[in-house]
């Protein structure tokens, strides 16, 4: 059984940094896709950030308003996905979610279909990040 748990959220001024954890227990994927998304109250959730990984191979992106702020990454020995948010802006205040799935979409891809929540398996619980200007 897979489980997902999120930690790291909280509040923080403008201009300040957060980081984000998300720990998938019972993955068995070798080929997969995680990535996070962001629900703003009254917006549909959005990825921001994805990555893919095939083998020796691993490719990230980054939707156009976070992109040089923040970075995803993984450490695959602590099955832990990580979300590096700096300079934040009150605009990225959200509930942020981790999600992954198997093989068949890249970072790329996640970023660009249309509503790509529906192509995640499984989701963390979410965690709140709150920006104050």
């Known amino acids: 059984q897979v489980q997902v748990v999120e930690s790291g959220g909280g509040s923080v001024q403008a201009g300040g940094s957060l980081r984000l954890s998300c720990v998938f227990s019972g993955l068995t994927y070798t080929t997969y896709c995680m990535a996070w998304f962001r629900e703003a109250p009254g917006r549909e959730r959005e990825a921001v950030a994805a990555?893919?990984?095939?083998?020796?191979?691993?490719?990230?992106d980054y939707a156009d308003s976070v992109k040089g702020r923040f970075t995803i990454s993984q450490d695959n020995d602590k099955n832990t996905l990580y979300l590096q948010m700096n300079s934040l802006e009150p605009e990225d205040t959200a509930m942020y979610y981790c999600?992954?799935?198997?093989?068949?979409?890249?970072?790329?891809?996640?970023?660009?279909?249309?509503?790509?929540?529906?192509?995640?398996?499984?989701w963390g619980q979410g965690i709140q990040v709150t920006v104050s200007s």
């Open positions: 999600a992954a799935r198997g093989s068949g979409l890249t970072a790329y891809q996640a970023l660009r279909v249309n509503s790509p929540t529906r192509l995640f398996d499984y």
């Open positions: 990555l893919d990984s095939k083998g020796r191979t691993t490719r990230v």
